[in-house]
């Protein structure tokens, strides 16, 4: 068929065995060639995003030093659930003010009550739940953490060594990664965090990583840079949507979500809301109704809240119909 294809399209006569013979062999080698260029260009093709939904539910826990427990926040087993342990962070604890220690990492959530039995404890009883320990975060000590390194090389020697020791104590299966203020270049920035989480998954110290951006000038072309340099090795996008305006409404709400599904191409994009006392916020019924509108359009890979923390004294509510919502999610 593809011989006649080609002798039709060329319009070539044949008159000798040895002419058909000579036929065969340059359309075998045109198609050769019009396949290898297929397979090249699919190579190199940017990768598509597929909408769908999904049942991530992922919840950050141990930053405001108020007791609460693994075992306070509700579990639905429907779930893939996520606690995110905030923060470990590369600067000192035992000076003021702290000062960075080039990808040191101490940790700074309230391991007292989250503690590494605390963590087996929850996992083994609930086979949904892996945790996670996200790095950075906005303050420490009420001042602002920023990403300051001394060399790249040394960042990353630094933070390989110090976040295994972390991961494998507290027997954690991943990071996220939020840091906010910087004071490197994007390039910089994406280097590091790339190496990183590279590093950890290929020696099999973590199997997911996470990033959480949030819309803003500065912080957007750093974590786009890490992304275009190293998005294969970022499993899912925390997208900080509640730093949008309280005025948000729910159509807007969408549309900064298909804004980030733009941003960060073949991404998992989680919707997210704050459960802290705030009237600064995207409203928490906002952002929920959003959630449903993408989940009717097939997008709603997942859902994170900030935080825990904050959830206890609303008794979980949202953190239930969050939860609740990604284990009725009707199938994409």
């Given at each position: 068929?593809?011989?006649?294809?080609?002798?039709?399209?060329?319009?070539?006569?044949?008159?000798?065995?040895?002419?058909?013979?000579?036929?065969?062999?340059?359309?075998?080698?045109?198609?050769?060639?019009?396949?290898?260029?297929?397979?090249?260009?699919?190579?190199?093709?940017?990768?598509?995003?597929?909408?769908?939904?999904?049942?991530?539910?992922?919840?950050?826990?141990?930053?405001?030093?108020?007791?609460?427990?693994?075992?306070?926040?509700?579990?639905?087993?429907?779930?893939?659930?996520?606690?995110?342990?905030?923060?470990?962070?590369?600067?000192?604890?035992?000076?003021?003010?702290?000062?960075?220690?080039?990808?040191?990492?101490?940790?700074?959530?309230?391991?007292?009550?989250?503690?590494?039995?605390?963590?087996?404890?929850?996992?083994?009883?609930?086979?949904?739940?892996?945790?996670?320990?996200?790095?950075?975060?906005?303050t420490v000590n009420s001042r602002p953490?920023?990403?300051?390194?001394?060399?790249?090389?040394?960042?990353?020697?630094?933070?390989?060594?110090?976040?295994?020791?972390?991961?494998?104590?507290?027997?954690?299966?991943?990071?996220?990664?939020?840091?906010?203020?910087?004071?490197?270049?994007?390039?910089?920035?994406?280097?590091?965090?790339?190496?990183?989480?590279t590093a950890l998954k290929s020696s099999?110290?973590?199997?997911?990583?996470?990033?959480?951006?949030?819309?803003?000038?500065?912080?957007?072309?750093?974590?786009?840079?890490?992304?275009?340099?190293?998005?294969?090795?970022?499993?899912?996008?925390?997208?900080?949507?509640?730093?949008?305006?309280?005025?948000?409404?729910?159509?807007?709400?969408?549309?900064?979500?298909?804004?980030?599904?733009?941003?960060?191409?073949?991404?998992?994009?989680?919707?997210?809301?704050?459960?802290?006392?705030?009237?600064?916020?995207?409203?928490?019924?906002?952002?929920?109704?959003?959630?449903?509108?993408?989940?009717?359009?097939?997008?709603?890979?997942?859902?994170?809240?900030?935080?825990?923390?904050?959830?206890?004294?609303?008794?979980?509510?949202?953190?239930?119909?969050?939860?609740?919502?990604?284990?009725?999610?009707?199938?994409?």
């Open positions: 068929m593809f011989l006649q294809l080609y002798l039709l399209q060329h319009n070539k006569p044949v008159r000798t065995i040895s002419q058909l013979h000579i036929m065969v062999q340059m359309a075998s080698s045109k198609l050769l060639a019009v396949a290898f260029l297929s397979s090249l260009l699919a190579l190199h093709a940017p990768m598509a995003t597929t909408a769908a939904n999904s049942n991530l539910f992922r919840d950050y826990i141990g930053a405001i030093f108020n007791g609460v427990k693994f075992t306070d926040v509700p579990i639905n087993p429907g779930v893939r659930f996520d606690f995110i342990l905030a923060f470990v962070i590369d600067y000192t604890t035992a000076t003021e003010p702290p000062t960075p220690t080039d990808g040191r990492f101490n940790i700074f959530w309230q391991s007292t009550v989250l503690s590494a039995p605390a963590v087996a404890a929850i996992k083994q009883s609930n086979p949904n739940v892996r945790v996670a320990v996200s790095l950075g975060g906005a953490v920023f990403f300051n390194i001394t060399s790249v090389d040394s960042w990353v020697q630094n933070a390989v060594a110090s976040l295994t020791g972390i991961v494998q104590q507290y027997g954690l299966d991943g990071i996220d990664i939020d840091y906010e203020q910087f004071q490197v270049d994007p390039a910089t920035f994406a280097e590091c965090v790339g190496r990183l989480v099999g110290v973590i199997k997911l990583a996470s990033i959480a951006p949030f819309d803003n000038a500065d912080v957007q072309r750093h974590y786009q840079a890490l992304w275009a340099g190293y998005g294969s090795v970022i499993d899912y996008v925390n997208f900080q949507f509640y730093a949008y305006s309280a005025s948000t409404t729910e159509a807007q709400y969408v549309s900064h979500f298909d804004d980030q599904i733009a941003n960060y191409p073949g991404g998992n994009i989680l919707a997210s809301f704050t459960t802290a006392p705030t009237t600064t916020s995207v409203p928490i019924n906002t952002s929920l109704n959003a959630c449903r509108t993408l989940q009717s359009q097939g997008k709603l890979y997942g859902i994170f809240i900030w935080a825990a923390d904050h959830s206890r004294s609303q008794g979980f509510r949202f953190d239930t119909q969050a939860q609740a919502l990604l284990a009725n999610a009707p199938s994409s």
